[in-house]
């Protein structure tokens, strides 16, 4: 157990919906970040935060966005689905933004129909 | 962004054995951190073993080991006395500053390698 929660741990809806994932950093971890695997992309970086600010983007869709909370939790929100979306999103955290070992969630699987 | 390859889609080791994974890697930049990440069965990405760039020394960690060589751009896997517990899909990552940001970072993967411990 990596001490990253992620709920939930599936995820079933349709295409055009919007879902919400949710992910709690380990305790004193700082940083979030979060990535997608899919079977054709494999596991890419969508994007990082740092103590409640974004820090790093890679390749998040216009229709993804995502925040952290004062208390450190962070939300991925994927908007207007594609049958296309449907991968396993992986949250991450770590003590500092830079150099550092990234402890990973169990992942959410998201299934669109 | 930096590029990293890993070029054994599968492999295949018998109990006991010792097997090596391979990984290259592309950067410009000196510093930075090289990592190996396990996915079993059960999808958790686990953390393996770590490599700081500027340190010569091999990282080990119990029956893992790597064989980094800067020069090359090139950083295997050893996994020695192999278990059937060592089966998942193993990856090799990069540590790179992120080119949206002049302050984060992000951990950029390669497809990796599906590893299959028999008896």
């Known amino acids: 157990d990596s001490g990253v929660t992620q709920t939930p741990k599936h995820l079933i809806t349709a295409t055009g919906q919007r879902v919400t994932l949710r992910c709690s950093p380990r305790?004193?971890?700082?940083?979030v970040y979060w990535y997608q695997q899919s079977l054709d992309q494999g596991l890419q970086f969508l994007i990082q935060y740092y103590n409640g600010e974004e820090r790093a983007k890679g390749n998040i869709l216009e229709r993804f966005s995502a925040q952290q909370f004062p208390d450190l939790h962070s939300e991925l929100n994927l908007s207007s689905l594609e049958l296309g979306d449907s991968a396993l999103y992986f949250c991450a955290s770590s003590v500092t933004p830079t150099y550092n070992e990234q402890f990973f969630g169990p992942g959410t699987r998201l299934t669109v129909l | 962004a930096q590029t990293v390859t890993q070029s054994q889609p599968e492999m295949s080791v018998q109990e006991a054995e010792t097997v090596t994974l391979s990984c290259t890697y592309d950067t410009s930049e000196n510093n930075y951190y090289l990592f190996w990440y396990k996915q079993p069965p059960s999808r958790q990405m686990i953390l393996v073993i770590r490599?700081?760039?500027?340190?010569?020394q091999n990282a080990t960690e119990n029956r893992f080991s790597v064989n980094f060589q800067k020069a090359a751009k090139s950083f295997s896997l050893k996994i020695s006395d192999s278990q059937l517990g060592d089966t998942a899909m193993y990856f090799c990552?990069?540590?790179?500053?992120?080119?949206?940001?002049?302050?984060?970072?992000?951990?950029?993967f390669g497809k990796g390698t599906s590893l299959l411990v028999t008896p």
């Open positions: 990552a990069f540590m790179e500053r992120n080119s949206n940001s002049n302050s984060g970072y992000a951990l950029n």
């Open positions: 305790s004193g971890d700082l940083s």
């Open positions: 490599q700081e760039a500027y340190k010569q």
